[in-house]
């Protein structure tokens, strides 16, 4: 009785694997990976060696191009390669001032995958950097948009919900899913935006997903080199506390951030408060206000990831942020995901 039970659970759990197997195959052959993960590109954190170890690991790592420079990005490539043959991408700003360079150094490179994030990248560019040989992928907010970003050239999308961390949009990833992945068939759409388990993740690829990005739990990864400090801090957080940057008045728009909630986001309420006032008293006009109420965040990120600042830096985190309960290798986390998918598909055959 014992063996028939032992013979029946490895057949479910084998027959699981298949179908895990199944599911990721066209986000695995579209990055060249084990696993259909994509690493989420963040500033200061997803650099050399946590976009190496993802993709040493199976997945696939993003740098964070951010603000750097072409030269910069040109070395922080080259300082990847060197620590990985796996492939892995390159996420660039499309509001950077120096995009065109930026794309450049991709094809100089040898990028084998773009990605386009910050806003709707031109087709001029698009065009460049897949004449490179990049193979592009871009955010698509809204199913509109989702339909002419394939129609302009793109070969993959990220859909990303409000619940992600760092720049967010309105929408969160449950709706958008259900807006864009039963019409969008042409390319391979990863979601993203409060994944932190595979039974989660299994969920959006039966809906029609190719794989997923993750980036809150890969920022409190063993290689992350973000300070010690911000990784604890993740591990203390619960969802709820990764809240989005508040706007005071609509004359003055603020980006909208998801972090921890602490001093720093206190402070900025305060500082939009003073400068809001400065403005109405005409000590300051409309655009010096705005530039005021920008500036308050100018090295935030820095401090917190690489200074420890956690509580005056910007501590950027998803919601996912209370599934971080240990300090695990990038290795692990992969490993799990799969894990949890896989026992999720064997109890659901199990059920019957």
């Not at 240990?326 to 998918?341: D, G, K, M, W």
Request: charged share 20%; with cysteine.
């Amino acid at each position: 009785m014992l063996e028939r039970i032992a013979s029946a659970d490895s057949q479910r759990t084998r027959q699981a694997e298949a179908t895990w197997t199944a599911l990721t195959r066209r986000g695995r052959e579209f990055l060249g990976t084990e696993h259909a993960i994509m690493g989420g590109a963040m500033s200061w954190v997803s650099e050399r060696n946590l976009v190496s170890a993802i993709s040493n690991a199976g997945g696939f790592g993003v740098i964070a191009c951010g603000a750097m420079p072409p030269a910069l990005l040109e070395k922080e490539i080259e300082a990847t390669k060197a620590l990985t043959a796996k492939p892995f991408g390159v996420n660039l700003i499309t509001m950077h001032p120096q995009l065109d360079e930026l794309v450049q150094v991709c094809v100089r490179q040898k990028a084998g995958h773009v990605v386009f994030a910050g806003g709707i990248p031109s087709t001029a560019h698009i065009k460049a950097a897949k004449e490179g040989g990049a193979k592009i992928i871009a955010f698509a907010p809204a199913l509109v948009l989702a339909k002419r970003l394939v129609k302009s050239g793109v070969d993959a999308l990220v859909i990303e919900g409000s619940e992600a961390g760092g720049h967010i949009g309105p929408v969160s990833l449950t709706v958008l899913a259900q807006e864009i992945l039963p019409h969008i068939t042409e390319v391979p759409v990863f979601v993203a935006g409060g994944l932190g388990r595979g039974e989660a993740i299994l969920g959006y690829l039966e809906m029609g997903a190719a794989g997923a990005q993750l980036g809150t739990l890969f920022a409190a990864s063993a290689e992350s080199i973000a300070h010690e400090n911000f990784k604890k801090a993740f591990i203390r957080a619960a969802a709820r506390d990764a809240v989005p940057s508040v706007q005071l008045d609509e004359r003055f728009p603020v980006i909208p951030v998801r972090g921890l909630n602490n001093d720093g986001t206190k402070r900025f309420m305060r500082h939009q408060a003073d400068v809001l006032q400065k403005f109405q008293s005409g000590e300051l006009d409309k655009t010096a206000a705005q530039l005021e109420i920008e500036h308050f965040w100018a090295g935030a990120l820095r401090r917190a990831v690489i200074e420890g600042d956690i509580e005056s830096g910007s501590v950027m985190a998803g919601q996912s942020v209370g599934m971080v309960t240990e300090i695990l290798p990038v290795a692990e986390i992969l490993a799990a995901l799969r894990s949890q998918a896989i026992a999720a598909l064997a109890a659901r055959a199990e059920r019957g």
